[in-house]
């Protein structure tokens, strides 16, 4: 097959109209491949928020994001009833007069994209002799170094596995953390992901907060030690290393990077790849869609290698955490359908717990509640396939902050700020889980 495209030719791309600048290499007998974009130029796109008076409206709102091709950003939260989209200059009046026509108020949030890109996002690279800097966003090989320096400095409770390798050749990692670590877990393992979609950075910076916090314990935290003798913590820092870094070219880029069968657009929807009701509600079977599902669950290499090792251990998972960013939401499953688990009532529990320490923290609101209620219908998801498949009993969906200020954009001023105040919340969820299941065991702790 040949394809090509040669210089300055315009294409649609997700909605989004970029230039492509080189000239297609042919690969004679073999699959033709189309040479990456250059940076996408947002200059003037903007993030409007879309304010709905009921649920009905939310759903006209998302057909109308749908029917403009604006669902490169599209995010929404039910109970607040509202949806933000990114619209350009060409689409913004035809879709704003659209969805006046439908009853919806409509207020911009971000005024040009390409502006906050420019201004508030930068990825930190340090040189050889630096410490990782925990209050910046930092580029997926100094992740790696300082996953391998806490492996060598602190190998007396922490290790550091490698559990796959992506389509281009990065690592997959896991870090376990607990007191007098050994080659598998033996404890009860509280399990925490980061990084599945590559814009959410903040994700990413938030897990590696957690981590500095239960490996070097600055503030010498009593129910620390406590939860490195009861528990195993397992970390896996960036479930999509390959579009964490492609987003040092594209920000907004949401995907793994592989190429898709017959098709010029790449990626695949890591959290629509799960195997538990694949295929279904939120999720798309084309691969130019930012929610593409893939050819077949589990079809990618980073959701197999995680399948793996979940299934290895899934009887000793007590707790699943997954993050994502935004909106502010604890969410427990289903996101397929309104169906629930058998334990919604525990879940939900602890899922209080957390937002409620988190509020204490500085004062940050969020809601919980199921997936496909709280947020949108979103079949093949982890924490579906973790909490259905693998029967894990308490598994959550957590988008981080903020409500739209910044949306993705989070600037690294808050880096700190969302990481302690998540951390709040998983320390009480866990301090109270472990009261419930009498799995503390020191003596310095007494829990009143």
Request: aromatic fraction near 10%; charge should be negative.
């Amino acid at each position: 097959d040949l394809y090509y495209i040669t210089n300055n030719l315009s294409m649609r791309y997700n909605g989004l109209s970029v230039v492509l600048t080189l000239l297609l290499s042919v690969i004679k007998g073999g699959e033709g491949r189309v040479v990456e974009p250059q940076s996408p130029d947002r200059t003037g796109f903007q993030v409007l928020r879309l304010q709905a008076s009921d649920s009905d409206l939310v759903d006209t709102a998302l057909r109308l994001a749908d029917e403009y091709g604006l669902n490169e950003w599209a995010e929404l939260n039910r109970p607040d009833g509202y949806v933000d989209v990114m619209v350009n200059l060409e689409k913004k009046e035809r879709f704003t007069r659209a969805i006046e026509d439908a009853g919806i108020v409509s207020s911009v949030m971000i005024e040009d994209v390409e502006e906050r890109i420019k201004r508030h996002v930068t990825m930190k690279k340090r040189s050889a002799n630096d410490n990782y800097d925990y209050d910046s966003f930092n580029v997926f090989e100094d992740i790696e170094k300082e996953l391998k320096k806490i492996n060598n400095t602190y190998s007396d409770i922490a290790r550091l596995d490698i559990i796959g390798e992506t389509f281009e050749k990065r690592n997959m990692y896991v870090l376990r953390v607990s007191k007098d670590i050994g080659p598998a877990p033996t404890k009860p393992i509280i399990l925490i992901d980061a990084g599945i979609h590559a814009r959410e950075w903040v994700s990413i910076s938030t897990i590696m907060y957690i981590i500095n916090q239960v490996v070097r314990n600055p503030s010498d935290d009593l129910y620390i030690k406590a939860f490195l003798d009861s528990y195993e913590f397992v970390f896996m820092p960036v479930l999509n290393p390959d579009g964490y870094a492609y987003t040092q070219v594209d920000r907004l880029w949401r995907k793994n990077r592989v190429y898709n069968d017959k098709s010029s657009c790449r990626g695949v929807d890591l959290n629509r790849n799960w195997d538990y009701k694949w295929g279904g509600l939120g999720t798309s079977g084309r691969p130019c869609q930012i929610d593409y599902r893939g050819p077949a669950a589990f079809s990618e290499l980073e959701t197999k290698a995680v399948q793996k090792w979940v299934e290895a251990y899934k009887s000793k998972i007590l707790l699943y955490i997954n993050f994502h960013a935004y909106g502010q939401l604890w969410m427990t499953p289903y996101g397929y359908s309104t169906d629930t688990p058998s334990n919604e009532v525990e879940m939900l529990k602890y899922s209080k717990i957390a937002v409620k320490a988190i509020k204490k923290s500085r004062g940050t609101e969020y809601r919980y509640g199921p997936v496909y209620t709280t947020i949108y219908p979103a079949s093949s998801i982890s924490v579906d396939w973790v909490r259905g498949a693998e029967d894990v009993p308490l598994a959550y969906t957590v988008e981080l902050p903020d409500k739209g200020d910044h949306g993705f954009l989070t600037p690294p001023s808050e880096i700190p700020l969302i990481g302690k105040e998540t951390w709040e919340g998983i320390r009480a969820l866990l301090i109270t889980l472990a009261d419930d299941k009498g799995l503390l065991k020191t003596a310095e702790i007494i829990i009143v």
